[in-house]
């Protein structure tokens, strides 16, 4: 028995229901592109603090997976019954590692993700524990950076970060869960190249336009055309290109004043079905206020590029 027959006699009907929609809204009736937020439980990672996340007005988040001392059962309780409350819903858990720079490219090549071999199988451990995690609060997927996938298909180190990839799937599905690989390092062809080799019906793709240009990999509307069937998530991030692209990191900028094309982002992810939500990352841990500020003002224009791009009546962007 393959693989892809083993998962359709296995999986439920919800979970692949949701696999060929691409919706990740829990409840039927919520609205199309639910616009959210990054959060965090603690201080790891870059997203707003969970609380200042409740309090900003949105309807969905992405959760930052907190540091492993801190995945407990009090906690996980604690979040649940806090999303609760305020009438949010969590759409993913972010995963990241011990040990990952993003100071510069050539150190997210060496550091990132699953892909650097002497921290692979320690990584999977911990993934493992966050996935595991991200089932306690009941989230329908997790994602991560997989880092620098080698770029020739036919060597070794291809096919060993293939099969830790195939591991990972397998392992989230156990959890009911999809895994949600964040664009950046590799270009759409050979992300959407990857995917196929990879060969999993629960491996998708968390679609950050910003990053493709942050890390020179090609114009983000483009490489979307490429992988949109397989895009269940996205980050709402913009970003300015670099003077040496794929050398040097391009610079993060406000989301609608960038190289992005925040329009014809909105408008592309329309036309490869896309209806899952619009998750804002904005960094700026340096100045929380700012961050807020910042994240607030793209709430609210993102509701007007929403309601313009999705109303047929209204002029276009």
């Not at 100071?103 to 966050?130: H, M, N, Q, Y």
């Not at 595991?132 to 020739?152: C, Y």
Request: proline content about 5%.
């Amino acid at each position: 028995m393959t693989h892809f027959t083993k998962i359709l006699l296995i999986t439920g009907l919800t979970l692949l229901s949701h696999l060929a929609t691409g919706t990740i809204a829990a409840a039927d009736d919520m609205e199309q592109w639910p616009i959210g937020v990054i959060a965090r439980f603690d201080d790891h990672g870059t997203g707003l603090p969970f609380d200042k996340a409740m309090e900003i007005g949105v309807s969905v988040i992405q959760l930052k997976v907190p540091v492993v001392e801190n995945r407990t059962e009090e906690n996980a309780q604690f979040i649940l019954e806090t999303l609760k409350k305020n009438g949010v819903t969590l759409t993913c858990v972010v995963s990241g590692f011990a040990g990952e720079s993003y100071a510069t490219i050539p150190i997210v090549r060496e550091t990132v993700g699953l892909v650097p071999e002497k921290t692979r199988r320690e990584r999977f451990e911990d993934f493992k524990s966050v996935s595991d995690f991200a089932k306690r609060l009941e989230a329908p997927s997790v994602q991560f950076h997989l880092g620098f996938v080698p770029e020739d298909t036919e060597s070794q180190d291809y096919r060993d970060v293939v099969q830790i990839t195939r591991d990972a799937c397998d392992h989230v599905f156990e959890n009911g869960q999809w895994l949600n690989l964040e664009t950046g390092q590799e270009t759409g062809p050979a992300l959407l190249q990857f995917i196929r080799d990879v060969n999993r019906l629960n491996l998708h793709v968390n679609f950050d336009p910003a990053n493709m240009i942050l890390y020179g990999c090609g114009e983000p509307n483009e490489a979307l055309q490429i992988v949109g069937p397989f895009v269940r998530s996205t980050h709402c991030k913009d970003a300015r290109w670099s003077k040496n692209p794929g050398q040097e990191w391009g610079e993060e900028v406000l989301f609608g004043t960038g190289d992005v094309n925040a329009g014809l982002f909105l408008k592309t992810l329309r036309e490869v079905g896309y209806d899952g939500p619009l998750i804002i990352e904005r960094e700026n841990k340096e100045s929380p206020a700012k961050q807020y500020e910042e994240i607030r003002k793209t709430i609210e224009y993102l509701k007007q590029l929403r309601a313009r791009i999705l109303d047929k009546q209204q002029p276009g962007v």
